[in-house]
């Protein structure tokens, strides 16, 4: 198997079936989920290690962010 490009990629995208396409951006959205969710935890963590800040406190802050972020 030799290099993936974006546009290798997109191309055989485009040969799937509509189903195919649709299980093919479900397992995208997954691994991005996941990346994401790590990152989110590994930034809590570093947060916790140098701070006197609780978990609790934390969660007040994300719950905050979303609120206004709906504004």
């Known amino acids: 198997m030799g290099k993936i490009t974006d ?3 997109f191309l055989m995208l485009q040969d799937l079936s509509k189903r195919a396409k649709l ?3 479900d397992f995208i959205d997954f691994l991005l989920k ?3 969710k790590k990152k989110t935890d590994d930034l ?5 290690d ?10 007040s802050i994300e719950k905050a962010k979303k609120g206004i ?3």
């Open 7 to 9: 546009q290798k990629l």
């Open 44 to 48: 809590r963590k570093k947060i916790l």
């Open 23 to 25: 299980e093919a951006y």
């Open 50 to 59: 140098v701070s006197i800040w609780s978990e609790n406190d934390i969660k």
């Open 69 to 71: 972020n709906k504004l």
């Open 34 to 36: 996941k990346r994401r």
